[in-house]
């Protein structure tokens, strides 16, 4: 059985242990990173020829062109026919969730005018093309599908292009029903860093996008890293992570599982528990024990709870919300009687569950946010993916005669003293000239 640590507020050290438990290895892989360097550098350079070779070597997957590895509208459209009624109604079920959440969230464009005439706004339009990585391989993630290309849709992207490796062939028929259920224009079987590279600096058959989302492992992170400034990038994230804060009313049963539903994605996940409660959390360790065995991925939550997971007694509710705004956890469950009363003492979450029944497995998969969060304590100044992340905002700036006088005075000025002497006299040009 996995050895979950014990810790407590109020040991001495109690800080130091926290920031060594939640700290991302920080390690830089020099084998990952001259590999994706090398992978970039060859898809950039030599294009499909590069992206066959990379294919065939790590993916085991034979063509002879690029376009062999893309798939026609009708696979999409076959998978989707060929699915079971409960998968297809979940699918569909769940889009319309997530596209119900994040009609929520659409930018607008607007304007005003000043005294002077002067007419300022903003522009909001969408990005033109997307590109949507999919993990493929060891498991498969329609529903990453949906939570990247639903709100992209929302917010008006006009082509989305997917990339999702088939190692040794092998298709996964979720995962292509889910892109013609969220609208996928294009889907190319290819994976890795070399998927990144294609969709970042284009080749003659696969397009380069403007933006690149989606999860995938530490070669794909790395080369969505590498390639950020030439296109935008959703984020770097790190492994999962969730923490529950519960006052001891919640069946331990309960809390024992959504802490194993999020050790399972792997074993670098992150699952801790905080209670006022010690006889609770004690209960808690005795269900881990007793329910583990039965789990199918029981050695990666094993792992995981013995590298990273916790349970922490805390002194009250109000000292286990300091810790989680210390931690900034991905995923944040507030499972006790009045959620919304601690709720306003969270500053720093990625998505916050509120009460006994919101289990973190139902934001994953379609209560309606995006599931794209930020983690290892980004969500102190970042946000869950959403529709503005494909929005482009543009400034308007309509000057009147009137307001080229009044504002050229005092563009004029700054410039003047910042030593821009262009500045000034194309500013002024306004004023004498008008």
Known sequence: MPEVRRLCTAQPDFGERLAALTAIDALFDERVESAVAEILAGVRTRGDAALLEYTRRFDRVEAARVEDLELPRAALAEALAGLDAGARAALEQAAARIRRYHERQ?????????????RLGQRVTPVDRVGIYVPGGRAAYPSSVLMNAVPARVAGVPELVMAVPTPGGERTPLVLAAAAIAGVNRVF???????IAALAYGTRTVPAVDKIVGPGNAYVAAAKRRVFGTLGIDMVAGPSE????????????????????????????QALLLSPDAAFLERVAASIERQLPAMPRRDIIRESLARRGALIRVRDLEEACEVANRVAPEHLELSVADPRRWLERIRHAGAVFLGRHASEALGDYCAGPSHVLPTAGTARFSSPLGVCDFQKRSSLIEVSKEGARALGAIAATLADHEGLPAHERSARMRIDRS
């Open 106 to 118: 659409l930018a607008v464009s607007w304007e005003y005018t000043e005294a002077d005439g002067t």
């Open 189 to 195: 079987t290819v994976g890795g860093a070399q998927a």
């Open 242 to 269: 969730i923490m529950v804060i519960c006052d001891g009313g919640t069946d331990p049963d309960w809390i024992a599982m959504d802490l194993f539903a999020q050790a399972e994605h792997d074993e670098a996940a």
